[in-house]
């Protein structure tokens, strides 16, 4: 059995480490925790033991902690970073090279420039083999983890037919859980939105991929707006779709009519976290005029990165095929149920 460490308990960690507790093939030693608050004991209460870094070890007194950060990483396989975006650079020169422990970043940090935590982004769909042998490998982040599932299924169905593809991001502006974050009345536009070279960077950097990104007051979903042109006249859109009729992690919904009605359904169907863990496309949106097709998807940002990093943790630990890999994370997420649920929740009338 390998021992694996979730360091940061936020959005992701937290899902991650309630995740893996349930694998019969891991023991989470732990999880660490930087701020003396409330989530100390939500963790504790959830059957976690918790670290704290050796320097703050004093401002947990009231808490029952069980060791240092320090420790903890001295005692593990391998870490699942979850702390904020740069950070995980910070932890990884700090604490994960020195033990030489094998560790797994999240997408708010780098593969590029003198700060890159790894040489390889993550996308199970598409270099899953890849993580065997590394001791450093970054997840995509959810928007960049959610393109991979619509581009990797057309470029291999489509290939040389492909000439473009034009994306526009809806970011959503905090998650459900960050209520300590608001939610300001703007929309916000990022100018060189890392989500473009990051795509590129496992879809191969000559990918006709352009991204343009805004950051609307909602902590509902992600949405993309995509426009995809091939050489000559476009496929039906009924052809399009059954390309994703038995795409892991891919829902068709024709009814739903935004974001919250999609995360109600997750609720009301008591999917953990209220995670639907896939991109949702939107059906009754798809049009083609001529060489083009418009798509509109949804992803669900926190939970679409669990089952990934359930994948990669499996092939840098176990180097496990990737059936075999694949197999093990669904009897944990269930995602082929929930496809299937939301699918029949949203059909068409
Ligand atoms: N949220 C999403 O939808 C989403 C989706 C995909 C990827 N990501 C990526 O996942 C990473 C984590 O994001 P998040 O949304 O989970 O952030 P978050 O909710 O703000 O949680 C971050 C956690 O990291 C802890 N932390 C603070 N300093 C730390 C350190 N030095 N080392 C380790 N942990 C530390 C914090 O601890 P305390 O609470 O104790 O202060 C907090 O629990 C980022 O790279 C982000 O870009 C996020």
Redesign the pocket.
């Known amino acids: 059995m390998k021992r694996v460490f979730v360091?940061?308990?936020?959005?992701?960690?937290n899902r991650i480490a309630q995740f893996i507790k349930d694998d019969p093939q891991i023991k989470v030693v732990g999880v660490?925790?930087?701020?003396p608050?409330d989530?100390v004991n939500d963790a504790i209460a959830r059957g976690f033991d918790v670290y704290v870094?050796q320097k703050r070890i004093e401002s947990f007194k009231n808490y029952k902690i069980k060791g240092t950060i320090e420790d903890a990483i001295s005692n593990c396989d391998l870490v699942i970073?979850?702390?904020?975006?740069g950070?995980?650079y910070?932890?990884k020169k700090q604490l994960y090279e020195p033990k030489g422990v094998m560790a797994i970043?999240?997408?708010?940090?780098s593969v590029f420039g003198d700060e890159r935590v790894s040489d390889l982004l993550f996308n199970s769909r598409v270099n899953y083999k890849e993580a065997f042998g590394k001791k450093h490998v970054m997840q995509g982040?959810?928007n960049v983890t959610g393109m991979g599932r619509i581009l990797q299924p057309l470029r291999e169905k489509y290939g040389s037919r492909l000439v473009r593809f034009d994306a526009i991001l809806v970011r959503r502006w905090a998650?459900l859980?960050?209520t300590d974050k608001s939610v300001p009345d703007t929309v916000e536009w990022s100018p060189n939105p890392h989500h473009q070279d990051d795509v590129k960077f496992y879809m191969g950097k000559d990918t006709p991929l352009f991204i343009q990104a805004i950051k609307v007051p909602t902590r509902q979903m992600h949405v993309h707006m995509m426009s995809i042109r091939f050489k000559d006249m476009t496929p039906n859109p009924s052809e399009i779709l059954d390309l994703f009729k038995d795409e892991h992690g891919v829902a068709t919904l024709w009814t739903a009519k935004g974001t919250k009605q999609i995360r109600d359904a997750a609720e009301s169907m008591k999917f953990s976290f209220k995670d639907t863990n896939m991109i949702h496309i939107h059906a009754n949106m798809m049009e083609t005029i001529g060489d083009t097709i418009k798509m509109v998807y949804s992803d669900d940002?926190?939970g679409i990165?669990i089952p990934e990093n359930h994948m990669l943790m499996q092939a840098m630990l176990f180097q496990k095929s990737y059936e075999e890999s694949f197999s093990h994370t669904e009897s944990l997420f269930h995602m082929e149920e929930k496809k299937k649920a939301l699918e029949a929740f949203f059909a068409k009338k």
């Open positions: 360091n940061g308990y936020g959005s992701i960690g660490g925790k930087f701020s608050d989530k870094p970073d979850g702390a904020p975006g950070i995980g910070a932890n970043y999240q997408g708010g940090e982040s959810c998650d859980e960050q940002q926190t990165v």
